[in-house]
């Protein structure tokens, strides 16, 4: 390792005064001009982890939802998945070395980890669309080549297509072709045989209304049009020709705030969606005929698709392990219908889709996604040769159909990471396939009312959970007082979680009227207060 070549240019690349990053489930992100050092870092720590691996690393420069003056970086791991925990900490420790530690960061490193310096390595780079990308951009390549990796910058691409990306090349194409075309040609393959049958074809259902966010959504939409002729409608909205980037617009927008993107007009009954700056997640919505405003978030989209394939795998006389997994954040009546009416297990994850990941490679075939509409479906090697043998040797017509949309369903999913429009096109695939409007899609089940509040107190680690961050162990006495107030409400549930991030307590609660869940989030907000530590003023209402 030619450590003066590394300091000569980590001057170029100083760092600043006073910033602190933390790498965490999005990497980093916080305010693009002071990105510069930690973007030099991040290529050369790809470098490290790729001749560690012997793999392809990738590198996306993104800050996903946050607002466009932000911009941030995460590290792609051989199969296209996060980065491994413990690399998180390396990150977090060389984005924050001073100058003269960088060489005594970087040695501890590659003792630690066991890499030899004397491989090659290989780093692919993407970006979104933010003024900021281009540069910072360059930034990582300068960390790069310093140790001496070789790199390819694809440009502007979505996150999961660099996941996607990522995973070809070390897989050495047997999860498909390494370049944007090559995720095109196996989306819209796929896409195009799913539907061959719907008949939603021919009443007009496979028409669709897009928010990009003003982001590189828009940009790859555009793109994959080609691949879809007269399959799939798509009416592109903010596609960054006049609005800013996840401004007043986006899929965390209309989650948050429960309404349309500003100035995005929808008529009754109208499908419609948003995907994030980034394109990595997507939610569905829909006005009705009153004008009133349905979400379906991550929550209902688990649900459609876990019931597609449970009556798929059924169809076919598959027997494999199945299940979905959840954060605590998901609305109790997908658990209940998941469990109850489609028979289907359901597992609880912490918050965060690392977690959700890791949870559903333990089963055959697993469903993750967050409330926030950050998903994707797994399929085990195993499950996935089964499949396939099916579709090509099945005696029986009706098993060997199954099987065959099976096939095409595990290749329209991006089972790297969460990925907006190849969720997009599985959703519209399964609506077509089984004629089912947004609407009647809503009314699988009916989300029961709930609150989300937060609580500033001295210190969040006086809260430790367990159960995946359902219940409270610490402070004594604080699971207790929940339990008590949620035995006053019908369908009640409750849980308090301390931020990653600020000395805030998270509070969620929901039950059978808002008003109860009000009641109920306001109620466990004060015990909070009064036994974690609150500061300033106590929770005066529900809805502050």
């Known amino acids: 390792m030619d450590f003066e070549a590394v300091a000569n240019y980590s001057r170029l690349h100083a760092k600043p005064p006073g910033v602190s990053l933390q790498y965490g489930t999005a990497g980093f992100r916080t305010k693009a001009e002071d990105l510069d050092h930690t973007m030099f870092c991040m290529g050369l720590l790809a470098v490290l982890r790729s001749k560690q691996t012997k793999s392809t690393i990738g590198i996306m420069v993104t800050a996903s939802h946050n607002p466009e003056e932000d911009n941030g970086v995460k ?8 980065l491994a925990a413990a690399w998180e900490a390396h990150a977090t420790r060389l984005a924050n070395a001073e100058e003269e530690e960088l060489q005594a960061v970087l040695t501890d490193i590659c003792q630690k980890e066991g890499v030899d310096l004397q491989h090659s390595a290989f780093v692919v780079i993407g970006r979104d669309t933010r003024s900021s990308s281009k540069k910072l951009s360059q930034s990582v390549t300068d960390g790069v080549s310093v140790l001496g990796g070789q790199y390819h910058d694809y440009g502007l691409v979505t996150t999961p297509q660099l996941h996607y990306i990522v995973c070809c090349r070390n897989t050495h194409g047997n999860y498909g072709t390494a370049t944007v075309e090559g ?12 539907t061959k049958q719907a008949t939603s074809h021919r009443d007009g259902h496979m028409c669709l209304k897009i928010d990009c966010a003003n982001g590189i959504g828009a940009l790859k939409l555009k793109e994959m049009q080609y691949y879809l002729p007269g399959s799939l409608v798509m009416h592109i909205d903010n596609d960054g020709t006049k609005g800013r980037l996840n401004h007043l617009c986006g899929a965390d927008f209309v989650k948050v705030h429960q309404k349309p993107p500003v100035g995005f007009e929808m008529k009754a009954g109208e499908r419609c969606c948003s995907f994030d700056g980034d394109a990595d997640r997507i939610v569905y919505y829909y006005i009705d005929a009153a004008g009133r405003f349905h ?43 998941l469990e109850e009416t489609m028979k289907v297990p359901v597992h609880c994850g912490k918050t965060g889709v690392k977690h959700l990941h890791h949870k559903a490679q333990e089963f055959d075939i697993g469903v993750y996604f967050e409330a926030n509409g950050h998903g994707t479906v797994l399929f085990s090697k195993a499950a996935e040769e089964k499949i396939r043998y099916q579709a090509k040797e099945e005696k029986d017509n009706r098993k060997r159909e199954a099987a065959k949309i099976l096939e095409n369903t595990i290749d329209l999913i991006n089972q790297t990471v969460g990925d907006a429009i190849s969720d997009m096109l599985l959703i519209e695939a399964i609506l077509a396939l089984k004629n089912l409007t947004v609407p009647q899609w809503d009314a699988m089940y009916t989300d029961l009312p709930n609150r989300q509040l937060k609580v500033k107190v001295a210190d969040r680690r006086v809260i430790d959970t367990t159960d995946a961050e359902r219940r409270a162990v610490t402070p004594p006495g604080l699971q207790e007082e929940i339990d008590d107030l949620v035995k006053k409400y019908p369908l009640a ?23 109860h869940a009000d009641n109920l989030a306001h109620e466990v907000s004060l015990v909070v207060y009064h036994l974690a530590g609150g500061v300033g003023e106590p929770p005066k209402t529900a809805a502050s």
Do not use: C, H, W
């Not at 995720?183 to 799913?194: C, D, H, I, R």
């Open 183 to 194: 995720y095109y040609q196996k989306l819209s393959k796929a896409f195009v045989e799913l």
């Open 75 to 82: 590290l792609i791991d051989p199969l296209g998945e996060m």
């Open 295 to 337: 979400l379906l978030d991550g929550d209902k989209i688990a649900t459609l698709i876990s019931t597609f394939l449970k009556e798929l795998l059924v169809k076919a006389g598959q027997t494999v392990t199945f299940a979905v997994i959840q954060t605590a954040y998901a609305n109790g009546s997908s658990t209940r219908y």
């Open 493 to 515: 549930r409750a849980f308090v979680r301390p931020s990653g991030t600020e000395d805030v307590v998270r509070v969620y609660a929901e039950a059978d009227m808002q008003e």
